[in-house]
């Protein structure tokens, strides 16, 4: 009776595991996305779609030292993804005095190396990541004084 007791047990074990395991992948993750102004510079961010042209771009205006967070949700155990990403492939960074900077991501939700320039806001892998709970992160991508510089 007791190897029967045993593989029992076993076999509850294995399930509770299974469930468990099933209910991870179910969970729906959240994704908590910022965007951060530390330029030097207020500036326009238009974001714009090249596979939908008829499309108007999405406008956000950032004055300098500011942010904007957007929440974004992913299920059956998939990343959010940044907002941004749905609305467009490309985005120009308008700053106050005219100078320009354009970030281009055919696929924003890959590792981002076909992404120009390399660091990019529409790339995923260029987000500083902090888990704030086992379902939630946190994603902050931070347009410095080096963006602007590299604007023309």
Not at 40 to 46: A, F, Q, S
Not at 81 to 104: I, T
């Amino acid at each position: 009776m007791n190897k029967y007791s045993h593989y029992g047990t076993l076999l509850l074990l294995s399930a509770a595991m299974l469930s468990a395991c099933q209910k991870m992948v179910d969970e729906e993750q959240k994704g908590v996305f910022i965007i951060s102004n530390q330029s030097g510079y207020d500036l326009e961010l238009k974001i714009y779609s090249t596979s939908n042209r008829q499309r108007l771009p999405l406008i956000l205006g950032l004055p300098n030292t500011t942010s904007v967070e957007r929440v974004s949700y992913g299920g059956a155990g998939n990343i959010a993804h940044p907002e941004l990403s749905s609305q467009g492939d490309s985005v120009r960074l308008l700053f106050q005095d005219g100078k320009q900077l354009l970030h281009y991501c055919p696929q924003p939700q890959q590792t981002g190396s076909q992404c120009l320039p390399l660091r990019n806001l529409l790339a995923l892998n260029q987000y500083q990541v902090e888990a704030l709970n086992e379902h939630t992160s946190r994603f902050t991508y931070t347009i410095t004084a080096a963006d602007y510089t590299l604007a023309r």
